[in-house]
């Protein structure tokens, strides 16, 4: 099972919104709804931001909002913050026996 | 607030077995409603999901790491263990352990400790 295919970079002007996406196959973000999203800051353990492709735990910032079409699940930043740059992956249930797949990883930058 | 912290060796010598230990509080590890997870991540690079286990011992792993895991469950102490086994230098590691629903989707990790590093070196 090959990890999820993420854009290395995305980078934005703080206020400005900006999308990662996540792209795999129908055994996986296509074929479930069980797409998660988490942000990882230098030195910190990853934290959950989005879970079952677009609901947000308690506390998370609404200004973050996932879907998905197809076999690409996306995660959109919107009003863009300093505090937000950090990496992002997301990750999925597959059917292909790993049971659970995270993607490459993107960097966000706010210039 | 749950709370995981990993602990165990921080060195562990090629073809050896790593051990890792991750003690819950703030919550019980005896509930039904979720599985505990271990994680790991190389330096630089992205995730891998190495296995779970539930509160009854179940476990279930990842294939990719061909049968060199184990995964063990203490309720009494209200922790969980992770043995690997037959290790290389690509199993150089920062080491998480996470808990995940056992209802719904189950697909995700809510809590996670702050991990701890095993380097694999002679």
């Known amino acids: 099972q090959s990890a999820l295919t993420q854009p290395a970079s995305v980078s934005g002007s703080p206020g400005q919104s900006i999308t990662i996406s996540c792209t795999g196959s129908s055994s996986d973000v296509g074929g479930y709804n069980y797409v998660s999203w988490y942000q990882q800051h230098p030195g910190k353990a990853p934290k959950l931001m989005i879970y079952?492709?677009?609901n947000r735990p308690s506390g998370v910032s609404n200004r973050f909002s996932g879907s998905k079409s197809g076999n690409t699940a996306s995660l959109t930043i919107s009003g863009l913050q300093a505090e937000d740059e950090a990496d992002y992956y997301c990750s999925s249930y597959t059917n292909s026996g790993t049971l659970y797949v995270f993607g490459t990883g993107t960097k966000v930058t706010v210039l | 607030q749950l709370q995981l912290q990993e602990s165990g060796p921080g060195l562990v010598k090629p073809s050896e077995t790593l051990s890792l230990t991750c003690s819950v509080s703030g919550g019980s590890i005896s509930s039904s409603s979720y599985y505990w997870g271990w994680i790991r991540q190389p330096p630089g690079k992205g995730l891998e999901w190495i296995g779970s286990?539930?509160?009854?011992?179940?476990?279930y792993d990842n294939p990719s790491l061909r049968g060199r895991v184990t995964i063990s469950i203490d309720t009494s102490k209200n922790q969980y263990s992770l043995k690997l086994s037959s290790v290389t230098a690509a199993d150089t590691a920062l080491y998480y352990c996470?808990?995940?629903?056992?209802?719904?989707?189950?697909?995700?990790?809510?809590?996670w400790g702050q991990g701890t590093l095993v380097t694999v070196s002679s």
């Open positions: 286990v539930y509160f009854s011992g179940n476990t």
């Open positions: 079952d492709v677009s």
């Open positions: 996470a808990r995940h629903p056992a209802t719904g989707s189950g697909s995700y990790f809510e809590y």
